[in-house]
């Protein structure tokens, strides 16, 4: 079994900055894309930020310059740095893993539980 904990949301006046953690759990052999994602009410869950394991990074435009996605390997672990929040950025924040239990096991999604990000004064 394995979980995805999200940690580090909450309320933020605009222009600040928030830190976002996701550690993942359980059977682990290895985890080959992490990432973040967000969803409002009115919107489907769209792509934030992705890190491949060995580094590599994409962001959606609207957060490129601000949003910065990290992990550490070693503790199966990864971040999401939020700086110069705008209230647009409001949403839940959710963590995604795509990894593989076994050596000959297939790579599966995992999701965490959310996280809610609130920008405003």
């Known amino acids: 079994q394995v979980q995805l904990v999200e940690s580090g949301g909450g309320l933020v006046q605009p222009g600040g900055s928030l830190r976002l953690s996701c550690v993942v759990s359980g059977s682990i052999y290895s985890i080959n894309v992490m990432a973040w994602y967000r969803q409002t009410p009115d919107q489907q869950r769209g792509l934030v930020a992705v890190?491949?394991?060995?580094?590599?990074?994409n962001y959606v435009d609207s957060v490129k310059g601000r949003f910065t996605i990290t992990r550490d390997n070693a503790n199966n672990t990864v971040y999401l740095q939020m700086n110069s929040l705008k209230p647009e950025d409001t949403a839940v924040y959710y963590c995604y893993a795509n990894l593989r239990n076994s050596r000959l096991a297939g790579a599966i999604d995992y999701w965490g539980q959310g996280t809610q990000v609130t920008v405003s004064s």
């Open positions: 890190i491949q394991w060995r580094g590599s990074t």
